[in-house]
């Protein structure tokens, strides 16, 4: 089941002068992939954490296909995927795999599960224990877990961060068509413009922070979306324009830095 994500008039302050998210109006489509990207410490996990109902806003409101974040929390309709993978360390991959399915009351399938390990590159590694995976292993296995459950909204948080450059290429072709097919909605935070635009619907591109909206783009490319394409002039000329925004976000910032 494909949601919509609205955010109107969010805003986060953290202590009394901490301004981390000024008051932005946001709307996700349904079924959508949207990437979020800006500066590194400019707000875009806070705003992730937001709209997973794990952070509360200083002020505005998050609905969720009509309801608060904590109630597709509470549905199990939601699952996030953090740079810090935050396995259970005595279980294994597979184990880990059951328990979100188990507190997201899903049934388990099996032979599903195992193929979900095989697709994100950790076929033999089943019944490993996260202490004998790497970094980037144990992010594979968080995003299996995420993906388990089937959520109508996926969060993922820089998901391919820890993983080695050829494994990211092959993770971001093969891993949207299972939210595509089953038109989950996606927001994604990642410090890669290329990956941003090889994976998005929409690129959002925010400001220093406090994060504010610099710049809305549609990617408009055929999917689904090969390697190749990012040696395309329709693929590097929304690169381009995506580094443009990041450039003049910088820029519009220094003056306020040396006031």
């Given at each position: 089941?494909?949601?919509?994500?609205?955010?109107?008039?969010?805003?986060?302050?953290?202590?009394?002068?901490?301004?981390?998210?000024?008051?932005?109006?946001?709307?996700?489509?349904?079924?959508?992939?949207?990437?979020?990207?800006?500066?590194?410490?400019?707000?875009?996990?806070?705003?992730?954490?937001?709209?997973?109902?794990?952070?509360?806003?200083?002020?505005?409101?998050?609905?969720?296909?009509?309801?608060?974040?904590?109630?597709?929390?509470?549905?199990?309709?939601?699952?996030?995927?953090?740079?810090?993978?935050?396995?259970?360390?005595?279980?294994?991959?597979?184990?880990?795999?059951?328990?979100?399915?188990?507190?997201?009351?899903?049934?388990?399938?099996?032979?599903?599960?195992?193929?979900?390990?095989?697709?994100?590159?950790?076929s033999g590694f089943g019944?490993?224990r996260p202490a004998e995976?790497?970094?980037?292993?144990?992010?594979?296995?968080?995003?299996?877990?995420?993906?388990?459950?089937?959520?109508?909204?996926?969060?993922?948080?820089?998901?391919?961060?820890?993983?080695?450059?050829?494994?990211?290429?092959?993770?971001?072709?093969?891993?949207?068509?299972?939210?595509?097919?089953?038109?989950?909605?996606?927001?994604l935070v990642t410090h890669?413009?290329?990956?941003?635009?090889?994976?998005?619907?929409?690129?959002?591109?925010?400001?220093?922070?406090?994060?504010?909206?610099?710049?809305?783009?549609?990617?408009?490319?055929?999917?689904?979306?090969?390697?190749?394409?990012?040696?395309?002039?329709?693929?590097?000329?929304?690169?381009?324009?995506?580094?443009?925004?990041?450039?003049?976000?910088?820029?519009?910032?220094?003056?306020?830095?040396?006031?």
């Amino acid at each position: 089941m494909s949601v919509p994500v609205v955010c109107i008039g969010v805003a986060k302050t953290f202590g009394a002068t901490v301004e981390a998210v000024r008051p932005t109006d946001l709307a996700f489509t349904a079924g959508h992939t949207t990437a979020l990207v800006g500066p590194s410490g400019c707000g875009k996990s806070t705003l992730l954490r937001m709209i997973a109902g794990l952070e509360e806003p200083t002020s505005g409101d998050i609905s969720i296909g009509g309801q608060p974040p904590a109630e597709t929390l509470r549905r199990a309709e939601l699952a996030i995927a953090f740079q810090d993978p935050s396995l259970l360390p005595w279980r294994s991959v597979r184990k880990n795999i059951d328990l979100a399915l188990d507190l997201a009351r899903r049934p388990k399938d099996t032979r599903a599960i195992d193929q979900l390990i095989d697709l994100v590159g950790l076929s033999g590694f089943g019944d490993a224990r996260p202490a004998e995976l790497s970094g980037g292993m144990r992010q594979r296995a968080a995003i299996a877990r995420a993906l388990s459950t089937q959520p109508d909204l996926l969060l993922l948080d820089e998901p391919f961060g820890a993983v080695d450059e050829l494994t990211r290429q092959q993770l971001a072709n093969d891993l949207p068509s299972i939210w595509e097919a089953r038109g989950t909605t996606t927001i994604l935070v990642t410090h890669s413009v290329s990956e941003a635009v090889m994976l998005s619907d929409r690129v959002i591109v925010l400001s220093p922070r406090p994060a504010s909206v610099i710049a809305d783009l549609a990617i408009d490319l055929p999917r689904p979306r090969s390697p190749d394409l990012s040696r395309r002039p329709e693929f590097t000329d929304l690169v381009d324009k995506i580094f443009e925004a990041l450039s003049r976000g910088m820029a519009d910032m220094r003056p306020k830095a040396a006031q």
